[in-house]
């Protein structure tokens, strides 16, 4: 078996070249990475070979002949969206279609499996306060960011339409644990409240998000991949949904220690919440029992404190 794993070395795709390393030790992993900031080779933990390329530019030649294709490679920093959305529109656009036209032309390929995100779904706020979104909620997309994840979605399912191609599309909530970018918001909390710094908090801090482990979420992914389910959508999340403000508070006290934040102007066209459905996948796969958001925090704090931050 030969997989291949754009993103390889980021956060989330490093996770799953794990898991695949894990679960099935005699594949084949070839990482397509463009070795950006996010890319970490330390983070792997099994033998890969690696394609050190834009997805933009990788050809069909380069990928050879292979099994599936598992795409985590994006831009994905919503802020970065807003200053300049062109970088979006290249990787997570026109880097999927190429991929696509690469795919098609592959004998082999059981299946393109495109890793989405909760956030094409839109603002829950928008509808209503208890509402979730399930596979078939329309797209709503709020930012660069999350149009550009959509208009990724739309490429797969029209290359589905036209071209028979086969393909898996999940959409996650927020993921967190070990090997997480320094920049991002766990990591932020962390690193502001051991220095005594402030910590921004983007308008309220009442927006809600939904967590998950990334072993699980990389675990559903591969569970997918080797299932016969084909040519669905498939949320993936965890129904751990908080506050920022509840995510500073619940980390200050495993630390021991009363964050201090600061209110700045919030975030242009900032979504209040996201919510997934997840029981399609579920009643599938079976309900995982992970180990909690705040198990997690309690557990991995000091560790991630000493080796990361």
């Known amino acids: ?11 989330i795709g490093s996770e799953f070249v794990n ?39 990788v050809t069909v030649e380069d990928l050879g002949e292979y099994d599936f294709l598992v795409h985590f490679a994006a ?98 909530c927020n993921n967190y644990g070990a090997h997480q970018h320094k920049e991002k918001f766990i990591p932020t909390i962390m690193r502001s409240i051991k220095e005594g710094k402030k910590i921004p908090v983007y308008g309220d801090g009442k927006q809600v998000r939904e967590w998950m482990d990334v072993t699980d979420n990389t675990l559903v992914i591969y569970n997918l991949m080797m299932s016969d389910r084909i040519n669905e959508v498939f949320n ?10 509840e995510v500073i508070e619940m980390i200050g006290n495993i630390m021991g220690k009363t964050p201090e934040f600061k209110f700045v102007a919030d975030r242009l066209g900032h979504d209040r919440r996201y919510a997934l459905n997840s029981s399609k996948v579920n009643a599938i796969l079976g309900e995982m029992i992970p180990l909690s958001f705040e198990e997690f925090l309690k557990e991995e704090t000091f560790k991630l404190l000493e080796t990361q931050l």
């Open 19 to 57: 898991t695949i390393g894990r679960k099935n030790p005699t594949a084949e992993i070839v990482v397509v990475d463009k070795m950006t900031y996010a890319a970490n080779p330390n983070n792997i933990k099994t033998k890969v070979t690696l394609i050190q390329k834009d997805i933009c530019e």
């Open 236 to 245: 993936i999340g965890s129904e751990e949904r908080y506050t920022n403000l």
């Open 1 to 11: 078996m030969r997989i291949i794993v754009t993103g390889g070395f980021g956060f």
């Open 75 to 172: 831009e994905s920093h919503v802020d970065n969206s807003i200053k300049d959305g062109r970088p979006f529109v290249r990787t997570n656009v026109e880097g999927t279609f190429n991929l696509l036209e690469c795919a098609r032309q592959n004998p082999n390929l059981k299946k393109f499996i495109h890793i989405s995100t909760d956030e094409v779904y839109g603002d829950m706020d928008d509808i209503s306060k208890d509402v979730l979104a399930d596979e078939e909620f329309p797209l709503a997309a709020s930012s660069y960011y999350s149009a550009t994840k959509a208009s990724s979605d739309m490429l797969v399912l029209s290359a589905n339409r036209t071209f028979d191609l086969p393909y898996i599309i999940t959409r996650t």
